[in-house]
Structures are given as structure tokens and as C-alpha cells.
């Protein structure tokens, strides 16, 4: 996301205890999180395996929660090699417990969402360049064939 005055709104919204629905951008949460994707994020801190949003630049991002320690919260994007630099629990603002596709809402209690919250904490080493790799084929030919 990269329209600054929309992720203070929305940072500000999720502080305060509000449900939002957030656009998803790029691959890094390829297969399960789509470009055009949208998330339905509540404020409640991530377990391991959840998809958790937090703040990182000003930024947004939603990746999974690989694990935690006493300080910080340690988060990878499904189709990334490597992870995100430690988050501190006041920078983690929710947890993403739906994805809407093509007017399809999917809960993140779904069987698919559950194994790969079940799975990826510790497959993503394994899975990271394989994802990235198909989710750009992916984007390439859906924007090919949409004409975009």
C-alpha cells in the first residue's frame, strides 16, 4: 500500500480497535494472498502461523508470523527468500481472518488457510523461492490477459 495518508487511517482505525479491509499489493504472500486481493484485518495480535499486520517505515504489511520471543515478533512473506527484520509488539497492529477474491469471501479458518498456518512456520525456508517464482508467472500472465 502505498498511499501514506491511508495507512496512517488505517493504522489509527486498527489502534483504536477497529475492524478494516485492506487492499493486498504484490506477491510476497503468494499463493494464498493475491494483487487486487483484499484482507479483513481485527485488531488482535497474530499466533505463529497467522497472517499478522504491522507497521514497519510507515508501511503496512501483512506476512506470516514465523515465531516470537520476549521482545519481538518475527514475520516472512509465504514467497519470500528471506524474513522481515524483527517487529517489537507495539509496531504488530492486527491479524488478517479473511481474504475476499473476485466478491468470494474466504475466512482464514478454511482448511487451505489452516494448513498453511500449520505449515508454513516452518516450510518457509523450503517454499519461499518457489512461490516467488510461480506468483510472478502468475501476476505477469493475469495482467497479460486482463489487458492492464
Given at each position: 500500500?502505498?498511499?501514506?495518508?491511508?495507512?496512517?487511517?488505517?493504522?489509527?482505525?486498527?489502534?483504536?480497535?477497529?475492524?478494516?479491509?485492506?487492499?493486498?499489493?504484490?506477491?510476497?504472500?503468494?499463493?494464498?494472498?493475491?494483487?487486487?486481493?483484499?484482507?479483513?484485518?481485527?485488531?488482535?495480535?497474530?499466533?505463529?502461523?497467522?497472517?499478522?499486520?504491522?507497521?514497519?517505515?510507515?508501511?503496512?504489511?501483512?506476512?506470516?508470523?514465523?515465531?516470537?520471543?520476549?521482545?519481538?515478533?518475527?514475520?516472512?512473506?509465504?514467497?519470500?527468500?528471506?524474513?522481515?527484520?524483527?517487529?517489537k509488539a507495539k509496531d504488530v497492529l492486527g491479524t488478517v481472518v479473511?481474504?475476499?477474491?473476485?466478491n468470494k469471501t474466504t475466512s482464514t479458518n478454511q482448511l487451505l488457510?489452516?494448513?498453511?498456518?500449520?505449515?508454513?512456520?516452518?516450510?518457509?525456508?523450503?517454499?519461499?523461492?518457489?512461490?516467488?517464482?510461480?506468483?510472478?508467472?502468475?501476476?505477469?500472465?493475469?495482467?497479460?490477459?486482463?489487458?492492464?
Amino acid at each position: 500500500m502505498a498511499d501514506t495518508k491511508l495507512q496512517i487511517t488505517l493504522k489509527k482505525l486498527l489502534q483504536d480497535g477497529h475492524q478494516v479491509e485492506v487492499p493486498a499489493h504484490g506477491i510476497s504472500m503468494y499463493p494464498l494472498l493475491h494483487p487486487g486481493d483484499k484482507v479483513v484485518v481485527i485488531p488482535k495480535l497474530p499466533q505463529t502461523g497467522d497472517i499478522g499486520v504491522f507497521c514497519h517505515q510507515d508501511i503496512l504489511i501483512a506476512h506470516r508470523l514465523i515465531k516470537t520471543d520476549n521482545c519481538h515478533y518475527y514475520f516472512k512473506g509465504d514467497a519470500l527468500i528471506r524474513s522481515d527484520t524483527p517487529v517489537k509488539a507495539k509496531d504488530v497492529l492486527g491479524t488478517v481472518v479473511a481474504r475476499k477474491r473476485n466478491n468470494k469471501t474466504t475466512s482464514t479458518n478454511q482448511l487451505l488457510f489452516r494448513l498453511f498456518k500449520k505449515l508454513m512456520p516452518k516450510l518457509t525456508p523450503i517454499t519461499g523461492r518457489p512461490f516467488n517464482y510461480y506468483g510472478r508467472i502468475h501476476y505477469k500472465l493475469t495482467t497479460l490477459l486482463s489487458g492492464n
